[in-house]
């Protein structure tokens, strides 16, 4: 919680003190925090995504062959 109430950030590698929100070291160009970004997709939940389109594609894939084999070996009216 002290670090929150701090003005001004001391860089670790050459010790200049910085304003409080500098991301890199004006002296050393060190990291001195990370950015606030988006938080990363957790992998499982990619792998699940994965899954369930390779399902759909697979249950389209099947749909279409069969009416592909449906129309080929079906009798036409014609043969009637």
Request: hydrophobic fraction near 50%; glycine fraction near 4%.
């Amino acid at each position: 919680m002290a670090e929150k109430l701090q003005a001004e950030v001391r860089c670790t590698s050459c010790g200049t003190v910085s304003p409080a929100g500098t991301l890199v070291c004006p002296e050393c160009h060190a990291i001195l925090a990370k950015p606030a970004g988006k938080a990363r997709t957790p992998a499982w939940f990619i792998v699940l995504l994965i899954i369930v389109v390779a399902a759909l594609l697979a249950y389209a894939g099947y749909l279409a062959w069969d009416q592909l084999v449906q129309h080929n070996y079906a009798p036409s009216p014609l043969q009637q």
